[in-house]
């Protein structure tokens, strides 16, 4: 179920490769809110795509303005959309920071939506 919005940011995917083995590698930055604090947040996903859906990981990295830090592991699908494409995940978070510590206990939900300039917007969700 879903519980408090404890993200909100928007940003743009920066690079795009094809890996040898034939898995795609997205990377990309943002600016927004973490638990309400401003931060930035930059991220690499790596998916292999099997009957048009996305499958794969995501590393971010979130910092706040004052220098605080939380690192994102996780999992997610993506799968194209009339205007870009729609990812939805899963991540636990490793923090810290005392102002961020309770994301260490939290299992975060993510939704975003991508467009074909690769401009995304992005929400997360505290997982209750």
Do not use: C
Not at 37 to 49: G, K, L, N, Q, S
Not at 58 to 82: C, R
């Amino acid at each position: 179920m879903l519980g408090d919005l404890i993200g909100e940011f928007t940003g743009k995917n920066t690079v795009y490769r094809v890996l040898s083995d034939g898995k795609i590698e997205t990377s990309g930055q943002g600016t927004g809110k973490i638990l309400g604090i401003d931060a930035f947040m930059m991220f690499t996903a790596v998916r292999t795509m099997e009957n048009g859906v996305f499958r794969g990981e995501e590393n971010s990295l979130i910092t706040t303005m004052d220098g605080s830090a939380v690192v994102m592991k996780g999992n997610a699908v993506s799968w194209p959309s009339g205007k870009g494409g729609t990812t939805r995940g899963a991540s636990y978070q490793m923090t810290q920071s005392e102002k961020l510590m309770r994301l260490n206990k939290v299992i975060a939900l993510h939704e975003y939506e991508t467009d074909m300039n690769g401009d995304w917007k992005g929400k997360i969700w505290e997982w209750k």
